[in-house]
């Protein structure tokens, strides 16, 4: 039973520049989330993703933005890099409305 | 004020030692806590859900006091392979299912 896989690991960008981070969720599971963990913090919700739609979003700017495929992966969008985006970003799936949430070992994104 | 508050630590004890982690949090209408680790570099993993009667899982023992808005983790007989980062994690209500984390506890257990 594969977990939640995320790609890719890690990446390379530039300011100013779009990136797209991508996340298959763990069989069975219908909803994902995506954080943002910055070095030395505890993740930071940015939003999630339930049949398709955003169905909860954190305190991000508009720049971040997401979808979810019919076959429940999801991408998340960041356009117009800033170097303070420089983070690890993790996908957590889970079922429907269970708390419990298993995550993907990220991608971690520097922006230079 | 940070919805969910953890002191950053390091802890450092020997092997064999007890530890303690506390945490607090903001919003009184939190239904839902757990606790996670996570290893240097890598994702976040579930140790375990804390449940108001408290709960054991082997080594570890969480407990919930809601009146004072606390929870912590309590690691009897430390071993090399607990040294980590201890994320204590809250749900704030039904409506909104995203984890709130903490900064994270780290703790070094050292031979």
């Known amino acids: 039973d594969a977990g939640v896989t995320q790609s890719p690991t890690h990446l390379i960008k530039t300011r100013g520049q779009q990136v797209t981070l991508r996340c298959s969720p763990k069989s069975g599971h219908d909803t994902v989330s995506w954080y943002q963990q910055a070095l030395g913090q505890g993740p930071q919700f940015i939003f999630q993703?339930?049949?398709?739609?955003?169905?909860q979003r954190g305190n991000f700017p508009d720049r971040f933005s997401g979808h979810q495929f019919p076959n429940y992966s999801s991408e998340l969008n960041v356009n117009a890099l800033l170097l303070g985006d420089s983070a690890l970003y993790l996908c957590?799936?889970?079922?429907?409305?269970?708390?419990?949430?298993?995550f993907g070992q990220g991608t971690r994104l520097t922006v230079v | 004020r940070k919805e969910v508050e953890q002191d950053p630590g390091p802890f450092n004890v020997p092997e064999g030692a007890t530890v303690a982690f506390n945490c607090t949090y903001s919003?009184?209408?939190?239904?839902?806590f757990f606790w996670y680790r996570q290893d240097c570099r890598k994702e976040p993993k579930l140790l375990m859900s804390?449940?108001?009667s408290g709960n054991e899982d082997g080594r570890f023992t969480a407990q919930l006091n809601r009146a004072s808005q606390y929870i912590s983790l309590l690691i009897r007989d430390s071993k090399l392979s607990d040294s980590a980062t201890y994320l204590c994690v809250v749900i704030a209500d039904t409506g909104r299912r995203a984890l709130t984390f903490g900064s994270g506890t780290r703790l070094q257990v050292q031979p």
């Open positions: 804390v449940y108001s």
């Open positions: 919003n009184s209408a939190s239904q839902s």
């Open positions: 993703y339930y049949e398709e739609e955003e169905r």
């Open positions: 957590a799936s889970s079922l429907g409305g269970r708390p419990q949430a298993f």
